[in-house]
């Protein structure tokens, strides 16, 4: 083992603290170290791509789900009703 020190803002280190409490921050930080070599030996960019926390996802999906939908019920049975008629007369018995 080595010991390799780093200096972060307070901040960081405080949201690190309060998301992983309780458990082994000095094996959190090792597997979030060998992740970033990994990803640079693959020569992916930093910071291009971000990984979304399942938090992060189920936040956003209850947000959309506050705003008005796009379509009434009414409004996509009409629709389905209207490509039916459609599709139905569009087709031609066979021979």
């Known amino acids: ?3 390799m020190t780093v200096h972060i803002p307070d901040d960081v280190k405080a949201a690190f603290d309060k998301a992983f409490e309780g458990e ?6 090792a597997r979030l170290l060998l992740d970033a070599a990994e990803k640079r030996e693959r020569g992916e960019p930093e910071g291009e791509r971000r990984e979304v926390s399942l938090r992060e996802a189920a936040d956003e ?9 796009y379509f009434t019920d009414a409004e996509i049975k009409q629709a389905r009703e209207e490509g039916r ?4 007369s569009s087709m031609q018995a066979l021979p």
Request: hydrophobic content about 40%.
């Open 85 to 88: 008629h459609r599709r139905s």
């Open 24 to 29: 082994d921050k000095n094996a959190i930080i």
């Open 61 to 69: 999906v209850l947000r959309l789900r506050k705003l008005p939908p």
């Open 1 to 3: 083992m080595t010991i």
